[in-house]
Nanobody
Framework: QVQLVESGGGLVQPGGSLRLSCSAS????????MGWYRQAPGKQRELVAI???????VYVDSVKGRFTVSRDNAKNAVYLQMNSLKPEDTAVYYC??????????WGKGTLVTVSS
């Protein structure tokens, strides 16, 4: 089992920045990738950004150039630096840990609201 706890959400104005953090505990040595998904009201959950154990990153097109995902293996943590936030980034952001081939663990989510 893997437990994930997110922090860092909140209300921010358009153009602002937020940094999300996620701490992992449990069978962390088996995690192959960690990252972030989000779910906006009335929409399906979508991948935002992930980073593999080897350091490879993947981003959804809509956040490229604005968001940066990073991982600290020593702290068993993953981060999402979000810059130039837009109202359409408003969503609940979920931390994810993947154990290949197909075991996913999820945090409870943290709300990000981008509004003036």
């Amino acid at each position: 089992q893997v437990q994930l706890v997110e922090s860092g959400g909140g209300l921010v104005q358009p153009g602002g920045s937020l940094r999300l953090s996620c701490s992992a505990s449990g069978i962390i040595f088996s995690i192959n990738a960690m990252g972030w998904y989000r779910q906006a009201p009335g929409k399906q959950r979508e991948l935002v950004a992930i980073v593999t154990s080897g350091g490879r990153t993947v981003y959804v097109d809509s956040v490229k150039g604005r968001f940066t995902v990073s991982r600290d293996n020593a702290k068993n943590a993953v981060y999402l630096q979000m810059n130039s936030l837009k109202p359409e980034d408003t969503a609940v952001y979920y931390c994810n840990a993947l154990i290949l081939p197909d075991i996913n663990y999820w945090g409870k989510g943290t709300l990000v609201t981008v509004s003036s």
